[in-house]
């Protein structure tokens, strides 16, 4: 690993991945490239931004001559691919951004790397990875019982955005087996932690929280995750570039089960203990909004795999994770305004909860 191609590196797992990789490599090169959608967001990186073996390189995934021209200038031989519209409520209120993103952009992204890699030739195939980040969506929904998914479950994605990241996947997949690209994929389970966009469910819960701002749980609440603090995923995802194999798939998570009402009292008992907000007990917040269509009802990892093959296992608890998670929002409240006041963000609200 000498240049790597980090996509999707000012969102909040590739903002998180990129503290991770300066400080656990000492002498590889960085190139972050990022459109910036509304999930973007460069201030996650601002104590890097001058860093000698930092760059950041405004552009699309969806513009093929861009990524090409990137990879040789760049002398890329490291992709990890983060770049993704990545929430399943964006999804299903509109999805074909998520098909032109998820899967033409990914496609686009595999074509750079065989044209860079596997046509010119340009370095021996043992010194190139394509990592592509995916998800658990993709497996779909666990009845009560069933057993956790393994890297042999059949996908079977229920929403748009599950369906795009699978689609990625699968041609992810293709290029390998068809082409010889040297590949890895993760699918991880929700994450959380630091620099996460405020629309997504634990910074929803804790900002609303906050200001006394009603508590927006959908449907019964019941609903089970498996919860991955980032900084265990950018760990998993180091170690799967440096030791993972070639052709490879790997599973990530937390290793729990809650559901989602659970993390919301969790976050509200938290927030009774270490806030002094007026709005104490948070619990008495709660509001049951209208459900998600077609909403998951369980996940569950089995994360057997990464474990025995790499040694990797979570070092967060969920516990843990989500109080330093609550005093990260408490302590970074000018990053949290700095989204909040944009008109997009405002609107997003709007769209996803006024009509619930
Ligand atoms: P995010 O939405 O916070 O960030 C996505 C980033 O990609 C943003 O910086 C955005 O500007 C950039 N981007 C979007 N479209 C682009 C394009 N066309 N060209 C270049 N850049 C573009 O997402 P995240 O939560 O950091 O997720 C990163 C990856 O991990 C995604 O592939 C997602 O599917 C996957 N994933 C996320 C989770 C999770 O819980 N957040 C769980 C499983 C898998
Ligand atoms: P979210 O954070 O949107 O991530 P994803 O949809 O990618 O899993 O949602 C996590 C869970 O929380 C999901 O089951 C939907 C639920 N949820 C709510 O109950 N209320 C909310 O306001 C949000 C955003 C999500």
Not at 269 to 274: T, V
Request: hydrophobic share 35%; charged share 20%.
């Amino acid at each position: 690993m000498k240049n790597v191609l980090v996509t999707g590196g000012a969102g909040f797992i590739g903002s998180n991945f990129i503290h991770y990789l300066i400080q656990t490599e000492a002498n590889v090169n960085i190139i972050n490239l990022d459109a910036l959608t509304y999930a973007g967001n460069l201030s996650n990186l601002s104590s890097v931004e001058n860093h000698p073996r930092y760059r950041f390189v405004q552009g699309n995934i969806c513009d093929a001559d861009a990524m090409d021209n990137l990879l040789r200038e760049h002398e890329i031989d490291t992709i990890v691919h983060f770049a993704a519209e990545s929430h399943v409520d964006r999804s299903i209120l509109g999805p074909r951004q998520f098909v032109e993103t998820n899967v033409m952009g990914t496609f686009n992204m595999l074509e750079a790397a065989r044209n860079y890699w596997l046509r010119d030739k340009s370095m021996p195939l043992e010194h190139v990875r394509f990592h592509h980040v995916s998800t658990d969506e993709v497996f779909g929904s666990l009845k009560a019982g069933e057993p956790a998914w393994t890297e042999e479950t059949p996908y079977a994605p229920n929403s748009p955005y599950a369906a795009s990241k699978a689609a990625s996947d699968h041609l992810v997949r293709s290029y390998g087996h068809t082409y010889g690209l040297p590949y890895t994929i993760t699918n991880c389970s929700n994450n959380y932690g630091p620099y996460q966009f405020p629309e997504k469910l634990i910074p929803v819960i804790i900002l609303n929280a906050m200001e006394g701002k009603p508590l927006p749980v959908y449907g019964d609440g019941q609903q089970i995750r498996d919860w991955l603090h980032v900084q265990d995923h950018c760990e998993a995802i180091h170690l799967v570039l440096t030791k993972g194999k070639t052709g490879s798939t790997y599973n990530i998570g937390g290793v729990n089960q809650p559901a989602n009402l659970t993390i919301v009292e969790t976050i509200c008992d938290i927030l009774d203990e270490i806030s002094d907000t007026t709005h104490k007990p948070h619990k008495n917040l709660i509001q049951f909004v209208t459900d998600r269509p077609g909403h998951d009802r369980r996940y569950d990892m089995d994360t057997h795999k990464i474990h025995a093959e790499l040694g990797w296992q979570p070092r967060h608890t969920l516990t843990e994770g989500l109080l330093d998670t609550v005093k990260w929002y408490l302590d970074n409240l000018e990053w949290v305004n700095s989204i909040r006041k944009k008109q997009e963000y405002k609107g997003w609200l709007d769209t996803n909860y006024k009509a619930r």
